[in-house]
């Protein structure tokens, strides 16, 4: 007994080190199953599965999936991580589609049998309707004669008892038949009005699916046009997010009063403050003006405040969108547009700004050659410069006079 306890005390310590330390040092055997997990390989049939099970295959799918994408956009910004982030977002996409589809085919069904149940009903109620009113018009017939002058009236008292007998039990079965229409109208009522539910309910996925049809759209052209404009060139595609982010950095810092400014006078609203720099500067791969609006240190969307133009759209493939201010535009002849306020294409699919929105309006004259900026409302301006991506970056500011607001005009001379 000694010798078989000396021996157990090793195997049971060694035991407590591996429960632990063990369940410390790995993660859920879960976890390295899903992620380990080929979303493609998870095969989900409608004709061959029921509606229950294929939308659960469905589910797990678009689960994989979405995990998938999670994991590439906690990687390292790369082309590669970009295109397996737009095709998990594309199958995701389909996958969504097919979920509807499959939700719409179900109420269908369910639309069609309570079709049929509604009509059955139907059927049934007018049949106990016929009944109901046959019934109460024998018995009004037989309302003139009370069961007293029945039986005085009567040469056989026997004869007149089962009279008696048989209008109580008659007015009894008209009874049941009339509790059993109302419970039958009531049933009708509900089924009717579920069918009516159930319409509504496919029509509201109807619309879904049409607003899942044109994301699946949007999402395959903006695959092509990534793949297209970079030709998959991972140190083309590096160089341009540097300055991307660099650009980001120093619009941050800008708009935390980092820049190096200096006061330079009292300008009007139309009043030319600087002119676009031609061909590439810091932070720009080409000649436009970056318009920025901001009020107590938030940026504004542009768009908000500018006045209603016939612009012409360069943001391919973003779409384009309204304006609904009064303010004059910085430019001549505006605008060519060549990227919006917000989660355009650049910082929801190539990352360019990492993750957060574009934060002004890009765009230049429709007029060729004209690169004159103007202030869009009067102020103090100011002129001023940051570095950037291995360059100075210029800038003017005009802080308005009336509204509290600030307006920057970046990648210009003065």
């Given at each position: 007994?000694?010798?078989?306890?000396?021996?157990?005390?090793?195997?049971?310590t060694?035991?407590?080190?591996?429960?632990?330390?063990g369940?410390?040092?790995?993660p859920p055997l879960t976890?390295?199953?899903?992620?380990a997990?080929?979303?493609?390989?998870?095969?989900?049939?409608?004709d061959?599965?029921?509606d229950?099970?294929?939308?659960?295959?469905n589910k797990?799918k678009?689960?994989?999936?979405?995990?998938?994408?999670?994991?590439?956009k906690?990687?390292?910004?790369t082309?590669?991580?970009?295109?397996?982030?737009?095709?998990?977002?594309?199958?995701?996409?389909?996958?969504?589609?097919?979920?509807?589809?499959?939700e719409?085919r179900?109420l269908?069904?369910?639309?069609?049998?309570?079709?049929?149940?509604?009509?059955?009903?139907?059927i049934s109620?007018?049949?106990?309707t016929?009944?109901l009113v046959?019934?109460v018009q024998a018995?009004?017939?037989?309302s003139?004669?009370?069961?007293?002058?029945?039986?005085?009236a009567?040469?056989?008292?026997t004869r007149?008892?089962?009279?008696?007998?048989y209008v109580t039990?008659?007015?009894d079965q008209?009874?049941?038949v009339?509790q059993?229409?109302?419970?039958?109208?009531?049933?009708?009522?509900?089924?009717?009005?579920?069918?009516?539910?159930?319409q509504?309910?496919?029509?509201?996925?109807?619309?879904?699916?049409e607003?899942?049809?044109?994301?699946?759209?949007?999402?395959?052209?903006e695959?092509?046009?990534?793949?297209q404009?970079?030709?998959?060139?991972?140190?083309?595609?590096?160089r341009e997010?540097?300055?991307t982010?660099?650009?980001?950095?120093?619009i941050?810092?800008?708009?935390?009063?980092?820049?190096?400014?200096?006061e330079v006078?009292?300008?009007?609203?139309g009043?030319q403050i600087?002119s676009i720099?031609?061909?590439a500067?810091?932070?720009s791969?080409?000649?436009?003006?970056?318009?920025?609006v901001?009020?107590?240190?938030?940026?504004?969307?542009?768009?908000?405040?500018?006045?209603s133009?016939?612009a012409a759209w360069?943001?391919?493939?973003?779409s384009?969108?309204?304006?609904?201010?009064?303010?004059?535009?910085?430019?001549n002849?505006?605008?060519k547009?060549?990227?919006?306020?917000?989660m355009?294409?650049?910082a929801?699919?190539?990352?360019?700004?990492g993750g957060?929105?574009?934060?002004?309006?890009?765009?230049i004259?429709?007029?060729?050659?004209?690169?004159?900026?103007?202030?869009?409302k009067?102020?103090?301006?100011?002129?001023?410069?940051i570095?950037?991506?291995?360059?100075?970056?210029?800038?003017?500011r005009?802080?308005?006079?009336?509204?509290?607001?600030?307006?920057y005009?970046?990648?210009?001379?003065?």
């Open positions: 007994m000694r010798i078989l306890r000396s021996r157990q005390l090793p195997l049971l060694l035991l407590g080190l591996v429960v632990g330390l369940l410390a040092a790995f976890q390295h199953i899903r992620a997990e080929n979303c493609e390989l998870i095969s989900c049939n409608k061959t599965q029921s229950d099970d294929f939308l659960s295959c797990r678009q689960t994989c999936w979405e995990e998938k994408i999670r994991d590439a906690n990687a390292s910004n082309l590669a991580n970009t295109i397996s982030i737009l095709n998990g977002q594309i199958q995701v996409q389909q996958l969504q589609i097919d979920q509807t589809l499959a719409i179900q269908e069904r369910e639309i069609d049998d309570l079709t049929k149940r509604i009509s059955g009903l139907n109620l007018d049949r106990l016929t009944v046959q019934r018995q009004y017939k037989r003139y004669l009370t069961p007293f002058s029945a039986i005085l009567s040469q056989d008292f007149s008892l089962a009279q008696h007998k039990h008659a007015q008209t009874a049941q009339m059993q229409a109302e419970t039958q109208k009531q049933t009708y009522d509900q089924q009717k009005a579920l069918k009516e539910t159930k509504a309910e496919v029509e509201k996925k109807q619309a879904q699916l607003q899942q049809r044109q994301g699946l759209t949007k999402q395959r052209s695959q092509q046009f990534l793949l404009q970079t030709k998959n060139d991972e140190a083309r595609y590096q997010l540097e300055k982010l660099a650009e980001l950095e120093a941050q810092s800008i708009i935390a009063g980092r820049g190096n400014e200096s006078k009292d300008v009007q609203q009043d600087a720099i031609v061909g500067s810091a932070c791969t080409g000649s436009h003006l970056h318009f920025e901001v009020k107590d240190g938030s940026h504004r969307d542009p768009a908000g405040y500018l006045r133009i016939d360069q943001n391919q493939p973003d384009s969108f309204g304006f609904g201010g009064d303010w004059e535009w910085p430019l002849n505006p605008a547009i060549n990227q919006g306020y917000g355009t294409y650049y929801r699919v190539r990352r360019a700004y957060a929105p574009h934060t002004g309006i890009d765009m004259s429709k007029s060729s050659g004209d690169y004159s900026v103007k202030a869009v009067p102020g103090k301006l100011y002129r001023g410069s570095p950037c991506g291995g360059g100075t970056l210029r800038y003017v005009v802080a308005h006079k009336d509204d509290g607001m600030n307006t005009y970046l990648h210009v001379n003065y």
